[in-house]
Structure formats: C-alpha cells, structure tokens
C-alpha cells in the first residue's frame, strides 16, 4: 500500500495533482480543497499522504489503480472515514470536499444537514446518513485541521480528542469544549497527556 509520495509538483489540475520523481510522473487525485492547498507551491518538493485504491467495475475486469492524496495525514483520515459512510465512497467523496476538512467536520458535528447536504453530490439524505454515522467521531477534525505541521507534531490528535470527551462529560457543551481547546492550542505549548491538556485549559479559563 503506497501512503505518501514525495516529489516535484509539475502540474495541478482541476481533480488531480502530478508528482515527478524522477525519470517518472506519479498521477494523484485530490479534492477541490487539496488543489487550493497545493496551487501555491508548483514546482516545489511536495509530499502527499495517500490513499491507494482499485477504481472501476471488477465484474468488468476494468480496475484501475489510483492514488488520493492530502497534504496533511489528518486530512487523509478525515476521507478515509468520510467514505466509510453507506452510498459515499472514493468518487463521491473527491466531488463533495470543495471545503475544508475542518469546515466540513463542524458541519457534521454541528448535525447541520443543511448545509451538508449542499456539498457537490451530497443531497439531504445521504447528509443525514453521514451525520449519524460520523458526529461523534468529528471533534478533533473539527479542532485540529488547518493548524500548521509543527503545531500537530506537538499535540497528540488523540490527547486532544480525549480532553474534548472529559470537558463535554464534565457539563461542558460541544461548542464551549472546543473554544476552551482551542484557547489552551493556541499557547503552542506540548501536551503530553489528558491531565496536563485539561489543567490548561483550565488555568487559561481562570486568568
């Protein structure tokens, strides 16, 4: 299984980036938001997390190999699970994610259907059926996306997303969980454990 590819970004797309390694040019698919991630940086060394799948109809014998490819490891978990939903999968999934991950996990964390359901291939029931399957696995998308690689490397996404459980059981709404988190991210400072997270948050609460 191929998991990340490092190369010299020669061209972006509309759907796909490509990545010379090489005497060799590597086709990558990406979402709408990856491309505008990715645009700025033509002809530099760029490095993708991917997802490897076969594309097309075995009962045909027409499969073709293709890669899916995120700049952030987070955001290629995100879409991982995304098209775990019944009915989304791979194509479906590429077509939808004209946001941000992290807009779109608030969307579903928040259960707004609505505007869910406007993402390109995303009508109101499937918005349901992702809803339901997926909110409460979406706090720490919802937190962590869009941070900077240095700012992830010092968080655990786990530690976080634990904290968001302990803030919620403690009497803390979902909305007050984040901002509290976020408050606490924000100082930048390494958070090992739940115990030193939660004591944080709590003494940027007090000041």
């Known amino acids: ?81 995304f098209c775990s939903v019944d009915g989304v999968g791979v194509r479906k999934a590429l077509r939808a994610m004209v946001r941000p991950v992290q807009d779109v996990a608030d969307l579903i964390e928040q259960q707004d259907s609505k505007g869910l359901s406007a993402l390109p291939g995303i009508g109101p029931a499937m918005a349901e059926r992702i809803i339901a399957k997926l909110r409460r696995k979406m706090p720490k998308f919802a937190l962590l996306v869009g941070r900077d690689e240095k700012y992830e490397a010092e968080v655990e996404m786990n530690v976080v997303d634990e904290t968001f459980q302990v803030l919620t059981s403690l009497g803390h709404s979902e909305s007050d969980a984040r901002r509290l988190l976020d408050t606490a991210l924000a100082t930048k400072r390494k958070f090992k454990d739940v115990e030193s997270l939660l004591q944080a948050v709590y003494d940027q609460r007090n000041q």
């Open 1 to 81: 299984m191929i998991t990340k590819i490092t190369g010299n970004l020669v061209r972006v797309d509309d759907d796909q980036a490509v990545l010379q390694i090489d005497a060799f040019e590597y086709q990558v698919l990406i979402p709408e938001f990856a491309r505008r991630q990715l645009q700025p940086h033509l002809g530099e060394p760029v490095s993708l997390h991917t997802i490897y799948y076969l594309d097309g109809n075995p009962a045909h014998g027409r499969l073709t190999p293709r890669m899916v490819g995120f700049l952030k490891e987070v955001e290629r978990e995100f879409f991982e699970l």
